[in-house]
């Protein structure tokens, strides 16, 4: 038995999916019945809780012997303390596995647990880290990919119907980007296959490190929009942004310093490139997937 939480996110549900296609037995763990249906309908076992019930987690792991984990949902957009909320995750999850003896485990985090003053969402993800490394008795295969494609669909969406697009991220700058759907596949295969003893982080990337700016042309390409273009908003315009579609002021600050730690490098990859996990999806591949699917 693999369990699967936060199965019906974009990194779980792809997890899920590959593991199904592998025949394996799995369990989605989800906080809705009725969107882990169509993993039932494949043969998985469905369990309903929310990630931070302790005694729900106890019962979702029994009789595993791996599991995907994640800190979910990424962000709660009216949270007034999130750090707070992922180290609840963190408490329910990790005693949890121990207790039942799932030894084999595949964490998602991502580069932004590389920066040891991270904040915000990115908080939590060096907290999972340090958890799970410190727990003896786990094999720990930690995933840390860099910047998601899926963060780009505000993007492409934009330039389709304006030919231009902004975020707070400078238009210059280099991001390792991975569709999340790659990292399911990773996160699937590592679980089918003998883990080693201990921990081990490996950063996670596409073939593809562009700029916005880069991307904007891609996107303009595919879309058929001539001359589109990236322009850097002021991070006052996007906390702005954010407060008007209901953030509280804690998440809309949180994501402001989070652009600003990516703008200055603070957040970067650390492994050398041929250490790397290189997935396949590149960007443009991405762009189409999207536009099809819109």
Not at 67 to 83: H, K, R, T, W
């Amino acid at each position: 038995m693999i369990v699967v939480t936060g199965a019906t996110s974009n990194t779980g549900r792809a997890v899920a999916l590959n593991l199904l296609e592998a025949g394996a037995q799995i369990r989605v763990v989800g906080r809705s019945l009725d969107r882990l249906q169509p993993f039932v309908s494949r043969g998985a076992e469905a369990f309903v809780a929310e990630p931070t019930d302790k005694e729900a987690m106890l019962r979702a792991f029994q009789g595993a012997e791996a599991a995907y984990v994640m800190l979910q949902p990424g962000f709660i957009a009216d949270s007034e303390n999130f750090p707070a909320y992922q180290q609840a995750v963190i408490d329910a999850i990790v005693p949890a596995l121990v207790q039942n003896g799932v030894r084999n485990i595949v964490a998602l985090s991502g580069w932004g647990a590389n920066y040891e003053h991270a904040s915000g969402p990115l908080a939590g993800l060096r907290l999972l880290e340090n958890r799970l490394q410190a727990e003896s008795s786990l094999r720990v295969l930690v995933l840390r990919p860099g910047w998601f494609m899926e963060n780009a669909i505000p993007l492409i969406s934009a330039i389709n119907n304006t030919g231009n697009a902004s975020s707070q991220l400078r238009g210059n700058l280099r991001l390792p980007m991975i569709a999340t759907s790659d990292i399911g596949a990773v996160a699937a295969s590592s679980l089918l296959k003998p883990m080693k003893e201990g921990f081990e982080a490996r950063e996670v990337q596409g073939p593809d490190e562009l700029t916005l700016t880069e991307a904007a042309d891609i996107i303009g390409q595919v879309t058929g929009v001539q001359g589109a273009s990236y322009v850097q908003a002021s991070p006052i315009d996007v906390k702005a942004e954010m407060l008007g579609a209901g953030f509280s002021d804690h998440m809309a600050e949180a994501f402001v310093i989070m652009s600003d730690d990516l703008n200055a490098e603070r957040i970067i990859m650390l492994q050398p490139l041929e250490e790397r996990i290189i997935t396949r999806t590149g960007f443009e591949t991405f762009v189409r997937h999207t536009l099809e699917i819109q």
